[in-house]
């Protein structure tokens, strides 16, 4: 078992060492920067829906988690170009990460038209979860205008793949935070009705964020398309379709999907549930989520750090150093993790400040409560990020599919039990919280128990030292 992190070398302090905080750091920092401002643009999204009506906000979160839920095993799939390219660059094989990246732009594409079959079921889903006709007829319209942009958050995930998995988070930042810019001018312009063409309220704050996700293919796109791209790294000899490259992408790619699909699904049930207890319950949940951004979507970021570092070194035959990548992100996490939970817990009128109104102080009453529960699950959330990444970063996909398989449970069936038998909007948050406790503990033990070491994702004759 790797029960001792390696945190000290003979010639190198923890903060000097490959892979030590220094690293880690320069790695995660334009990609929390990039994963932050999604944070910011959800944020601003949902606080112009309250502005608009609250009937809008209640509705926006539910519908947009289902929409996610079906996104996230295309997404897994495609995000997994991640780790071959990093594992492909750790062992010195740049021309074959061309023809990975072109298979996940593929995937995303084949993929795009599905999203508007799911339109019928989603519509019986709000009827049956959400008590007030009118929340259900906004989660209608958000979710079916949100299916235009599918398909271009897929490719895109895949060709950002390109560049965090060769460490180049530079340009993941400039491209992400230029798409949440144009997502909050347009969600300003959109969800209030200041251009005529666009309908108002909810759909516009959709169409918003569909136009910004389409920007970031075509910015990402005219990037790689570059010259020195296209002859050094494979995309000119790449085929449209690559039988053998799309074979071992879904072998990995599709276990990864699978498990973001199930965690989210799991959550997306414990809020669609959330609405069989009112408008007031579910706009609370929402705001405590978005707020809760805050805190996880940058661990998002430094996750996505610590999957590459460990493809890189694993790529490279260097397990050991891999692990220093995981400890040094795990106290990044914590460090981070622990200031929120300071501030969530002390002063939650920081992020309620922007919602006040004379109808809504029980919903924010009940929302400082539920800021206490996300104060104690953010860490939890920390320890489960950070070493899931470095499952999946090593190719340990398997056992964190049937992890996540087998935890997500807890939510969806515990949750309707709490329900069904009377229980209110804490008990629920105290099933989620419980299940976050679960999922962190589980990958941290494997993590520790070490069999992910020996693991790989790309071809076994080109790992080097």
Request: aromatic share 14%; hydrophobic share 55%.
């Given at each position: 078992?790797?029960?001792?992190?390696?945190?000290?070398?003979?010639?190198?302090?923890?903060?000097?060492?490959?892979?030590?905080?220094?690293?880690?750091?320069?790695?995660?920092?334009?990609?929390?920067?990039?994963?932050?401002?999604?944070?910011?643009?959800?944020?601003?999204?949902?606080?112009?829906?309250?502005?608009?009506?609250?009937?809008?906000?209640?509705?926006?979160?539910?519908?947009?988690?289902?929409?996610?839920?079906?996104?996230?095993?295309?997404?897994?799939?495609?995000?997994?170009?991640?780790?071959?390219?990093?594992?492909?660059?750790?062992?010195?094989?740049?021309?074959?990460?061309?023809?990975?990246?072109?298979?996940?732009?593929?995937?995303?594409?084949?993929?795009?038209?599905?999203?508007?079959?799911?339109?019928?079921?989603?519509?019986?889903?709000?009827?049956?979860?959400?008590?007030?006709?009118?929340?259900?007829?906004?989660?209608?319209?958000?979710?079916?205008?949100?299916?235009?942009?599918?398909?271009?958050?897929?490719?895109?995930?895949?060709?950002?793949a390109f560049y965090s998995g060769r460490q180049h988070n530079g340009i993941?930042?400039?491209?992400?935070?230029?798409?949440?810019?144009?997502?909050?001018?347009?969600?300003?312009?959109?969800?209030?009705?200041?251009?005529?063409?666009?309908?108002?309220?909810?759909?516009?704050?959709?169409?918003?964020?569909?136009?910004?996700?389409?920007?970031?293919?075509?910015?990402?796109?005219?990037?790689?398309?570059?010259?020195?791209?296209?002859?050094?790294?494979?995309?000119?000899?790449?085929?449209?379709?690559?039988?053998?490259?799309?074979?071992?992408?879904?072998?990995?790619?599709?276990?990864?999907?699978?498990?973001?699909?199930?965690?989210?699904?799991?959550?997306?049930?414990?809020?669609?549930?959330?609405?069989?207890?009112?408008?007031?319950?579910?706009?609370?949940?929402?705001?405590?989520?978005?707020?809760?951004?805050?805190?996880?979507?940058?661990?998002?970021?430094?996750?996505?750090?610590?999957?590459?570092?460990?493809?890189?070194?694993?790529?490279?035959?260097?397990?050991?150093?891999?692990?220093?990548?995981?400890?040094?992100?795990?106290?990044?996490?914590?460090?981070?993790?622990?200031?929120?939970?300071?501030?969530?817990?002390?002063?939650?009128?920081?992020?309620?400040?922007?919602?006040?109104?004379?109808?809504?102080?029980?919903?924010?009453?009940?929302?400082?409560?539920?800021?206490?529960?996300?104060?104690?699950?953010?860490?939890?959330?920390?320890?489960?990020?950070?070493?899931?990444?470095?499952?999946?970063?090593?190719?340990?996909?398997?056992?964190?599919?049937?992890?996540?398989?087998?935890?997500?449970?807890?939510?969806?069936?515990?949750?309707?039990?709490?329900?069904?038998?009377?229980?209110?909007?804490?008990?629920?948050?105290?099933?989620?919280?419980?299940?976050?406790?679960?999922?962190?503990?589980?990958?941290?033990?494997?993590?520790?128990?070490?069999?992910?070491?020996?693991?790989?994702?790309?071809?076994?004759?080109?790992?080097?030292?």
């Open positions: 078992m790797d029960a001792t992190p390696q945190l000290l070398s003979e010639n190198a302090s923890w903060w000097r060492r490959r892979c030590g905080l220094r690293e880690v750091l320069i790695v995660a920092l334009p990609l929390v920067i990039s994963t932050a401002s999604w944070s910011l643009s959800n944020f601003v999204d949902r606080m112009f829906l309250f502005w608009h009506s609250q009937e809008a906000m209640a509705a926006s979160l539910p519908a947009g988690m289902l929409h996610f839920s079906l996104l996230c095993f295309p997404i897994g799939v495609a995000s997994y170009v991640n780790t071959f390219v990093s594992q492909y660059n750790g062992a010195g094989e740049k021309e074959r990460i061309g023809p990975i990246v072109v298979q996940g732009i593929l995937w995303g594409c084949v993929i795009a038209p599905f999203f508007f079959l799911a339109a019928i079921p989603a519509n019986y889903a709000f009827q049956i979860s959400t008590v007030d006709p009118e929340v259900a007829r906004l989660e209608q319209v958000y979710f079916w205008v949100l299916a235009y942009g599918g398909g271009a958050s897929i490719v895109a995930n895949a060709m950002s993941v930042m400039a491209v992400d935070s230029s798409s949440c810019l144009v997502n909050m001018v347009l969600d300003y312009f959109f969800i209030f009705g200041y251009v005529s063409f666009v309908p108002d309220g909810i759909a516009g704050a959709a169409w918003a964020t569909v136009l910004s996700q389409w920007y970031k293919v075509a910015l990402y796109g005219g990037l790689i398309l570059m010259p020195r791209n296209w002859h050094e790294y494979g995309f000119g000899l790449a085929r449209l379709w690559d039988r053998e490259v799309m074979k071992r992408l879904m072998r990995f790619g599709s276990a990864s999907g699978v498990q973001l699909s199930l965690e989210v699904s799991a959550l997306t049930f414990f809020l669609l549930m959330m609405g069989r207890l009112g408008s007031e319950a579910m706009t609370a949940t929402n705001l405590a989520f978005s707020i809760n951004g805050f805190a996880f979507v940058p661990l998002v970021g430094l996750g996505i750090a610590v999957s590459t570092l460990v493809g890189r070194e694993i790529g490279a035959g260097q397990p050991n150093v891999a692990s220093d990548a995981t400890w040094s992100g795990f106290v990044i996490a914590l460090v981070y993790s622990g200031v929120m939970c300071v501030i969530y817990w002390t002063l939650p009128e920081l992020f309620l400040a922007f919602h006040q109104s004379s109808d809504a102080e029980g919903v924010l009453a009940t929302t400082t409560i539920l800021l206490r529960f996300v104060a104690f699950f953010c860490l939890l959330d920390a320890t489960n990020v950070v070493f899931v990444s470095a499952l999946k970063g090593a190719g340990d996909v398997k056992f964190v599919m049937i992890a996540t398989c087998v935890i997500s449970v807890l939510p969806v069936g515990v949750g309707a039990a709490v329900l069904l038998s009377g229980g209110g909007i804490y008990a629920c948050w105290v099933v989620l919280t419980l299940w976050v406790f679960a999922m962190g503990a589980t990958h941290f033990v494997r993590f520790l128990y070490g069999r992910w070491r020996s693991m790989k994702v790309i071809e076994p004759e080109l790992i080097s030292a």
